[in-house]
């Protein structure tokens, strides 16, 4: 076997694999899951029973993420359930040599059901490549929080990131029509695409939240709020969707305004690990 050919099939024997299914149902008024299936270095634990909803922690058991790995997720809520999903800390995406990592998530809510998307922090270190996908599959009457917090480098430790990759694909279906579609791409001098004003004005950390149902009356409310933020918080509203931009110094900050808006948003108290 040639010497590249011998490397690449090291390499790739060596890079993590993990994958989540499952799916969750509505029995006697409550939320329960259902079939699971769990391979490689991805598992997902439910804390106990709530009084009608059910939680999700997902686990990377890897430690992190490196390039060339993948993990996917596909969760599937059933007619009337609530379901809240987090992660058991912050995921760590550490530099590639070649590959970039893959993240791919898919969430599909069915009739009347609320599922709740809040995983920590994906914290990107300098030279690390990802490419994630999320595909958002909802019901006309299902609702949806989500939000996501990147942060480019951990600047309590004094590190940035100054190259890289980071492409972010989301797609949201509601009641089988594509009604949002976004791709994010930061590729190269990712410090310095970041300093520019029109990026991220020399932050470290970004966010988005994405609410459905959304009008306006949750857009001032949470405007109301905008005295307490300690970033840059942007929020709209369009044909029943609303969508929160978030802008900071560094991902503590950012996490607090994140709080706030999902404080608004939402009747469900927010993940335990949220608040640890």
Known sequence: MPLDTAAAAIFAANRAQGAV???????DGVTRRGRLHESGSLRVRFPSPEADGLSAVFINTAGGIAGGDRFDSEIAAGAGTRLTLTTAAAEKVYRAAAAPA???IALKAEAN???CWLPQETILFDRARVTR????????????????IVVFGRAAMGEKMLSGEFVDRWR??????????ETVRLDGDIGMMLARPAVAGGAAAIGTALIVPGDEALVQRIRDTAPRFRGEVGISAWNGIAM??????????????MMAVLGCASGTA??????A
Request: proline share 2%; net charge positive.
């Open 172 to 181: 949201l279906r509601r009641g089988g029509k594509l009604v949002f579609a």
């Open 113 to 115: 059901a609320h599922l």
């Open 133 to 148: 996908s999320i595909d958002i599959d909802l019901a006309d009457s299902a609702s949806l929080l989500l939000c996501e």
């Open 102 to 104: 893959q993240i791919r």
């Open 244 to 257: 929160a931009r978030f802008c900071a110094q560094d991902g503590a900050r950012l996490r607090a305004d």
């Open 21 to 27: 299914k499952f799916d969750v149902k509505r029995e």
């Open 270 to 275: 927010l993940p335990r690990l949220w608040l």
